[in-house]
């Protein structure tokens, strides 16, 4: 069956702490990996996507890493800002005679002053 | 561009009312998809369309009814509405398939008394 786990469920952390963010899935076959980024009350916006044969990719102070033999995703904030309070959404899509994308439940982040 | 937009924001039926939402979008995506967003779930999808003219069932496509009689439009009807329809309602499109970025609309929240 094909699922994306995340964890946590929710996170604090003080401005200007790093923090990392999990996924885990079992989709396949695996086509690539989004994270997303929901503030509250709005749609979601995609922070950065990766494919089967990249490992890292940074967007600012965001760097998602891929590690496909283990089917894990982690996105690292670093210095983070109280704009990142939000939801963070892995999105994995498997292509299988069309495309199949399956949505994490998501990981609630916090920063607080 | 305004990306995607959809209405109303917000709505308050009865069980048993019927309503339409409306998503429009200005990029000239091809494929377009209706979501539902519930506490502690993934996004899951409803129905989507692969272009002007088509629409496809998604993983939860039972109550709604979905038409793209435009390009750049997708209605998502409920006929009879049901309090399990109480949820968060998104819009996405995306340039080709669903494993590419998708944008997303604001959502709308609705609840079915």
């Known amino acids: 069956k094909n699922q994306v786990e995340q964890s946590p469920q929710s996170l604090i952390i003080l401005e200007g702490k790093n923090c990392t963010l999990q996924c885990n899935y079992t989709v396949s076959p695996f086509s690539n990996l989004r994270w997303y980024k929901q503030d509250t009350g709005r749609g979601p916006v995609s922070l950065t996507i990766m494919t089967f044969s990249e490992n890292t990719k940074s967007n600012g102070r965001y760097t998602a890493t891929l590690d496909a033999d283990t089917k894990q995703s982690s996105l690292h904030i670093t210095a983070s800002q109280l704009s990142d309070s939000a939801s963070y959404i892995c999105?994995?899509?498997?292509?299988?005679?069309?495309?199949?994308?399956?949505f994490g439940a998501g990981t609630r982040l916090f920063v607080k002053a | 561009n305004a990306g995607v937009t959809q209405t109303p924001k917000f709505r308050v039926l009865k069980t048993g009312q019927s309503m339409t939402l409306l998503c429009a979008q200005d990029m000239n995506h091809e494929y377009m998809y209706w979501y539902r967003q519930d506490p502690g779930m993934g996004l899951r999808l409803i129905h989507y369309s692969v272009g002007e003219g088509t629409t496809a069932k998604g993983e939860v496509p039972d109550g709604y009814n979905v038409s793209r009689l435009k390009k750049q439009n997708f209605l998502l009807g409920l006929e009879s509405a049901a309090p399990s329809q109480t949820s968060v309602y998104f819009c996405a499109s995306s340039y080709l398939d669903r494993a590419n970025e998708q944008f997303f609309g604001p959502g709308t929240r609705l609840t079915v008394l």
């Open positions: 999105v994995v899509s498997a292509r299988a005679g069309g495309f199949k994308t399956i």
